[in-house]
């Protein structure tokens, strides 16, 4: 009899056991799946998900990459970030290889600017660690125009021109000569008619990008209303590359707002100008914000701010 309450005993022990372990497991799971914010937008009542910033707070990486987990598990492989078009090619390139050459150029012609922290340098390191991992790998875009030109003539080099015999030598190292690269393009003086169909596109958009920061700045300080306009038309652009794919994307928190405006102008920004063709979900980061503004947010530390990263970079990467 003994015997057999001890065998009971046993059976009953071993099936609370797999039950907690069995809800342990989907509690560890879930806890993956979800970064413990109360209030984000579930991905099935969007198309987009804007994630709004000041672009100067160190805590912002930090949460924007567990939302990017948070997203790739519900089913999002496509983000997009306030870069330019190039900026974007060489964050692939660099999420794809693990080229520190790469990122450092990226941080040595992009000085002094918003982007430019250790906090965001980090931010792509932990990006190319994650992805690394992934079967099914992450896809990255830029909307912004080409702020820097320097990046614009590097792509068109490295992804294009180098992969061609006749074009590879062509001089593109200094300022000058990068100058003159785009102004015989933009005078039809430069030639490049062999090249592959996809190239030629790849070679155009890229100009593109640059041409937009070009008529920005033509003022001599930036046009922000004019900067907008392209914005707008840049992520319309990658909703149509990625066939209507649902989108996570991470920009200044004014380009997310929903009602916001271009200050002092009519013109709609970003997240405004395409809330009625496509549902958006707009998120900000901070403490302070306004629901009809950001419906959903995520409170950070608005003290913390970013630490200006100086690359030490001398090499002559990608042209070496």
């Not at 100067?56 to 990459?65: R, T, W």
């Not at 640059?210 to 900067?227: D, K, P």
Request: glycine share 6%; net charge positive; aromatic share 14%.
């Amino acid at each position: 009899m003994k015997k057999t309450v001890f065998g009971t005993g046993s059976i009953l022990f071993t099936f609370f056991f797999l039950i907690i372990s069995l809800f342990s497991g989907c509690a560890s799971s879930t806890k993956e799946q979800n970064p413990d914010f109360i209030n984000i937008p579930e991905l099935h009542n969007y198309d987009v998900i804007f994630i709004g910033e000041d672009h100067f707070n160190s805590e912002n990486f930090d949460v924007q990459l567990r939302l990017m987990k948070h997203y790739y598990v519900e089913g999002i492989r496509d983000f997009a970030f306030e870069a330019g078009y190039a900026d974007a090619l060489f964050i692939q390139h660099y999420i794809t290889t693990g080229n520190k050459e790469c990122l450092e150029f990226l941080f040595r012609a992009n000085r002094r600017t918003p982007g430019c922290s250790e906090e965001a340098l980090e931010f792509y390191k932990n990006i190319y660690k994650w992805n690394s991992k992934l079967k099914d790998k992450i896809k990255i875009h830029g909307f912004d125009v080409e702020h820097k030109p320097v990046i614009g003539i590097a792509a068109i080099y490295f992804f294009i021109l180098k992969n061609y015999r006749e074009y590879k030598d062509i001089p593109l190292e200094t300022s000058s000569e990068r100058r003159q690269f785009i102004q015989n393009y933009k005078s039809g003086k430069l030639r490049l008619s062999n090249l592959l169909t996809e190239d030629s596109k790849l070679f155009e958009r890229i100009m593109l990008g640059i041409e937009q920061a070009e008529n920005i700045y033509s003022v001599g300080e930036i046009n922000s209303s004019l900067r907008e306009k392209y914005i707008i038309e840049n992520f319309r652009a990658i909703r149509k590359i990625s066939k209507n794919q649902k989108v996570f994307a991470i920009m200044g928190a004014w380009h997310a707002a929903l009602p916001g405006f271009i200050m002092g102008t009519a013109q709609p920004c970003l997240a405004n100008a395409l809330k009625n063709e496509i549902r958006i979900a707009s998120v900000f980061l901070g403490t302070t914000r306004f629901i009809r503004v950001w419906p959903y947010s995520i409170p950070i530390d608005d003290t913390l701010k970013v630490s200006p990263y100086e690359s030490p970079y001398t090499g002559n990467w990608p042209y070496k």
